[in-house]
């Protein structure tokens, strides 16, 4: 098993950054893909980036590309997630996710949840 910690959110401006961390226990983190999801009010929780067990291979939704980029620390057991020039429409509730299954963008496709870290981008 594996327990996720997130960290990093807060309130940001539009066009502002930030950078989630997802810290993970364990010594098995490296055998995980590890994904980024999110949550708003009133909708269901939506698939946001994700990276594959060595870090060399990565998905996106469309609205995140060219904006947000996922990393990991193999070695220090933590997922990154640095979000650029962010809007008002990216305020939610950031969950990071792992799984053993591979890459993949549903939500029924990851075992392991954080708790999430709060998002909110005034405009």
């Known amino acids: 098993q594996v327990q996720l910690v997130e960290s990093g959110g807060g309130l940001v401006q539009a066009g502002g950054s930030l950078r989630l961390s997802c810290a993970a226990s364990g010594r098995t983190f490296s055998s995980y893909a590890m994904g980024w999801f999110r949550q708003a009010p009133g909708k269901e929780r939506e698939f946001v980036t994700a990276?594959?067990?060595?870090?060399?291979?990565?998905l996106y939704t469309d609205s995140a590309k060219g904006r947000f980029t996922i990393s990991r620390d193999n070695v220090k057991n933590t997922v990154y997630l640095q979000m650029n020039s962010l809007k008002p429409e990216d305020t939610a509730v950031y969950y990071c996710?792992?799984?053993?299954?591979?890459?993949?963008?549903?939500?029924?496709?990851?075992?392991?949840w954080g708790q999430g870290t709060q998002v909110t981008v005034s405009s």
């Open positions: 996710a792992a799984t053993r299954r591979g890459l993949g963008r549903a939500v029924s496709n990851y075992d392991y």
């Open positions: 990276i594959n067990w060595v870090g060399l291979s990565t």
